[in-house]
């Protein structure tokens, strides 16, 4: 009779059970991306009065585009003091290397041709301070795309950033991101230290993408507590501490959370989708990192002891 109790089961009844297995098996797979991406809260502390779920309107899943905020960039498209063209045969951080002194370098590879990024220490004397005893540290970017007669590389955009000479270590880091076949270039500047003071420091961020016309813009430019970054398919993702656990553990740690995607504007700008969760990215989830640059510190109280990162 076992034979034919297999034989009798309802045909419905089996394609409704299978139906609800894959849709099982989707959940669990999704969930299981997201977590690549989001840290896990279970780690956290007490919720006892942290919202658990995002806190938008309708159903809580529903995005909120709106322009990215590039108000921050450190990029403009002016005359700098010093714009060289290198003679190279296509866009190579090791050619470069050969040149001129580099501390970061990356190439994005994108549908509208290839750009590439490149940063520099300037000259800096920590004697040289301003009124309140601060010395800072200078450094200098610009990106290039290629360009003939001759074979060259061209600088068409150019940067700036510095940090205070304090005992905060930070580090420059320089990711690529593949969205949609091409690739986008993301600085990212923070602490080393993830158990320092988040704000102690605040985390800054730009992102550059080559624009529909074939030349290299800033797209997105945030600043933030603890500010982290990913890929997620074909978006940016970021979170940034809005606030910390409670001393006692009766609040878990609470952040603002943004998806970043390219509009369908012509000007080739992005959108930023703003929300907020008790989840954290994971730092450099889904990216390749480029290179990295790591800003010289002192030791609390001088400005003559250096330290290591």
Not at 113 to 123: A, I, N, Q, R, T
């Amino acid at each position: 009779m076992g034979s034919s109790a297999e034989a009798m089961a309802d045909p419905g009844t089996s394609r409704s059970t299978n139906r609800v297995i894959l849709a099982v098996v989707v959940v669990v797979s999704l969930v299981a991306g997201a977590a690549v991406v989001f840290g896990d809260r279970g780690a956290g502390s007490g919720t006892a009065s942290t919202p658990t779920s995002t806190t938008t309107p309708g159903d809580g899943a529903t995005p909120m585009p709106r322009p990215a905020e590039t108000s921050m960039s450190w990029f403009d498209h002016a005359f700098g003091v010093e714009q060289y063209d290198f003679v190279m045969d296509e866009l190579s951080c090791d050619s470069l290397d050969e040149i001129i002194t580099v501390d970061l370098c990356g190439v994005a590879a994108t549908d509208r041709g290839d750009f590439m990024l490149v940063g520099s220490e300037s000259y800096w004397d920590p004697r040289e301070t301003d009124n309140d005893g601060v010395s800072y540290i200078p450094f200098q970017l610009s990106a290039h795309v290629m360009r003939d007669s001759p074979r060259r590389a061209v600088g068409v955009l150019d940067g700036y950033d510095e940090k205070a000479h304090t005992a905060n270590v930070a580090r420059l880091d320089l990711y690529s991101a593949r969205l949609a076949g091409s690739e986008v270039l993301i600085l990212h500047k923070h602490l080393t230290d993830d158990g320092a003071d988040a704000y102690s420091f605040w985390d800054s961020l730009q992102i550059l993408s080559m624009s529909p016309s074939g030349a290299p813009q800033v797209v997105a430019t945030y600043d933030g507590a603890r500010l982290k970054v990913a890929r997620d398919g074909d978006a940016i993702v970021l979170s940034s501490l809005r606030y910390r656990s409670s001393a006692t553990g009766d609040t878990s740690p609470w952040y603002t959370n943004l998806r970043l995607v390219p509009s369908e504007r012509p000007d080739g700008s992005w959108d930023e989708s703003p929300s907020s969760s008790g989840r954290e990215v994971v730092d450099g989830a889904g990216m390749r990192l480029l290179d990295s640059y790591t800003f010289p510190a002192t030791r609390r109280g001088t400005r003559d002891e250096p330290i290591e990162a």
